[in-house]
């Protein structure tokens, strides 16, 4: 069967399951649960096929294009990038959406909650899917709506309303540069084509708008005496976008408020949706950045800094899922950050940053439905309460084992003994040792190692805390249906072995995306535009820093394992109100105080207040003289009615006599 021709099934399949469910799911079995799941495994199965036969032949990529409106198209296209992608976020949400069936069992709203899913899905994938940057755009949108409808999915709590909010408007600010960006980028092919646009000619399709990379890196503007390329600022703009997406510093603090929805809404916008959104849009123009070196760079050292930064927050968090959210901030980090050592190692950053964005995907998504088996089962999610329950949920024990060790990256350099974690992590980190050798600046491998470490120390913390010792509450507990285990032991094994068994052909699968013969690009070419030196990665690193990630993670458990588990340090000394780093770190560096009271109180709100005090004095003032004008003119008119209808009868003769004068004047003169 020729599966290109079914790609446009793939987002419309979970579209047309949002309908169906959203007005019938009441009335069918599972709440519509059964909707979805067969739909998404319908769309994983056609993904699959293709990535298949791309496998096969990478350079028969998939291009289809429709004209829509006068120079615009609707177009899929599937390349290996593109590919992996949708194959991950069909095979993710199709786990989390059977895992659903048990956790949402007794929702009396879910099938209002399995049909958002599925839209959110079909967003995700449709976005995957564009050919073109519009297109892409429209996708996008509808991925922040849904975020939107899910995390406020109990919108009866105040804080998930509130939450929702956050996250809506948080991620409006990058949305509105990405949206500027865009603007920027048309603008500058319009003119590049002399504002004729040859016919079957899409202007903001993605191999159109690579064509013109060299042209539009050699435009300037000045800002603030500074000469800027064009390319520079459309790939900063699409950055601002990625940065709100993919909850990178300072536009990531909606992420860990995400957790007022459903614990399997936290892992479908932690793993499979949301917020790879961002890192995908940087990976799908690649060639622009590369271009840009300086846009890299500053990816680069935003993703390291986040990655570190999200790390300390994690470290001292209570609630389960709050933990995993600022390890998802984290890792997207690494994620920002290995895209940016495509500075320094070209075409092998799209490869290895993709990599860990879904071997992060598989066990992320393990860590949040793990949490939410326990959540489900005891009723809590504060580790303090918790304590033992290995002992009464043995398997989702195991599984938060085997995600615990691919987040902290354990593993054999050297061999092919290692978890998923440890295979697409330690590149990144070994990238920015080369890009500190390369370019003389450590900054980001010293936050990569250091948020290895810290990665091991609140993971494990976690661990112990929640699973090991003795129960530190009556909350009973018991494990969960088969419904709910049956997607974590999957997710568990692809967390151990899915690394070890696919990392070398799919980083060379996906890092040839921009050199096959549909976009028919050169790497090393378009570093020379940015003049921008290019080295590869030669796998060559010294021992010790092949080691190093490996280290750090040992170290982090065995602090962890002397003060959570054999209790030989007592932390109720460091825990405290009265320690200034704890305090800090646990206010979350006071982000929502800085920018809630002096941002939008002061910046936003007394501003808009003062405003709206001036526009309503003057619409006030425009009020009241139409209204001093029309009382005055009613006074002077009521003068004239007397009621005497002699007085009346005088008017009217007057008025008709002078009319017929005015009239037998006009035709006199004419």
Request: proline letters at 4%.
């Amino acid at each position: 069967m020729a599966y290109e021709n079914l790609a446009f099934l793939i987002p419309l399949l979970p579209a047309l399951a949002f309908a169906i469910t959203f007005f019938v799911g009441k009335k069918t079995p599972y709440g519509g649960g059964l909707i979805p799941i067969f739909a998404i495994a319908a769309s994983f199965l056609i993904s699959l096929m293709i990535t298949i036969g791309l496998l096969q032949n990478p350079d028969q990529v998939i291009s289809q294009s429709y004209h829509w409106f006068a120079i615009f198209n609707l177009g899929i296209l599937i390349d290996p990038l593109a590919a992996v992608m949708l194959t991950m976020v069909a095979f993710v949400s199709l786990l989390i959406h059977i895992y659903s069936v048990g956790y949402m069992s007794h929702d009396p709203a879910k099938s209002r909650y399995f049909a958002e899913t599925s839209l959110f899905t079909a967003s995700m994938l449709s976005l995957v899917l564009s050919d073109n940057i519009l297109q892409l755009f429209i996708s996008w949108e509808l991925v922040g709506l849904c975020s939107y409808l899910l995390i406020g999915f109990w919108y009866q709590k105040p804080s998930a309303a509130s939450a929702a909010k956050k996250a809506f408007l948080t991620t409006r600010v990058g949305d509105v540069m990405f949206l500027a960006g865009i603007i920027v980028l048309f603008a500058d092919l319009f003119k590049l084509v002399n504002g004729s646009i040859p016919d079957g000619v899409y202007l903001l399709r993605f191999d159109e708008i690579f064509s013109y990379i060299p042209e539009i890196a050699a435009m300037n503007a000045t800002i603030l005496g500074f000469e800027v390329s064009h390319l520079t600022i459309i790939t900063l703009l699409f950055f601002g976008g990625a940065v709100g997406k993919s909850g990178q510093f300072p536009l990531h603090v909606w992420l860990p408020d995400a957790m007022e929805g459903p614990t399997t809404v936290s892992a479908l916008i932690h793993a499979a949706t949301m917020v790879t959104a961002g890192v995908y849009l940087v990976a799908r123009t690649f060639p622009m950045f590369i271009a840009a070196p300086q846009s890299l760079i500053i990816v680069a050292y935003v993703g390291a800094f986040t990655a570190l930064f999200a790390a300390t927050m994690g470290l001292v968090m209570n609630d389960l899922k709050r933990v995993l959210a600022y390890s998802t901030i984290s890792q997207l980090g690494y994620m920002m950050l290995g895209l940016g050592m495509g500075a320094v190692v070209g075409a092998e950053a799209v490869g290895v940053s993709i990599f860990h964005l879904i071997s992060h995907a598989f066990f992320k998504a393990l860590l949040f439905l793990c949490a939410g088996s326990v959540i489900h089962a005891v009723g809590t999610h504060d580790m303090r309460e918790l304590g033992g329950v290995a002992k009464v949920m043995p398997i989702t024990a195991a599984t938060m084992v085997a995600a615990s060790l691919a987040l902290a990256g354990f593993g054999i350099p050297g061999t092919s003994i290692g978890s998923t974690g440890f295979f697409s992590k330690d590149p990144i980190i070994e990238n920015a040792y080369l890009f500190g050798e390369h370019a003389g600046n450590w900054f980001p491998y010293l936050f990569a190692i250091v948020a290895a470490l810290l990665t091991s120390l609140y993971i494990f913390r976690l661990l112990f805390m929640t699973f090991a010792g003795k129960p530190r509450t009556n909350y009973g507990g018991h494990e969960s249906p088969a419904s709910m285990t049956v997607p974590l032991s999957i997710l568990g094994i692809l967390a151990l072995f899915f690394g070890a068994i696919v990392v070398e052909p799919l980083n060379k699968f996906v890092s040839g995306t921009f050199v096959n013969n549909f976009v028919n690009m050169d790497i090393p070419a378009l570093a020379e535009v940015g003049n921008y030196e290019l080295v590869h990665h030669a796998g060559h690193e010294p021992l010790l820093i092949q080691w190093m990630p490996v280290i750090v993670a040992i170290i982090g458990l065995l602090i962890t394992f002397v003060i959570y588990y054999q209790k030989a340090i007592d932390m109720s000394r460091f825990v405290s109100k009265d320690n200034v780093v704890y305090k800090l770190l646990y206010n979350r560096y006071y982000q929502n105080e800085i920018f809630t009271r002096l941002f939008a109180v002061r910046f936003v709100y007394e501003g808009l207040a003062m405003a709206g005090y001036h526009i309503d004095r003057f619409i006030d003032g425009i009020v009241n003289v139409i209204s001093y004008l029309t009382i005055e003119a009613g006074d002077s008119f009521r003068k004239i009615q007397t009621g005497v209808i002699q007085h009346y009868s005088v008017a009217v003769i007057t008025g008709v006599s002078l009319l017929v004068i005015l009239i037998k004047l006009v035709m006199e003169v004419f």
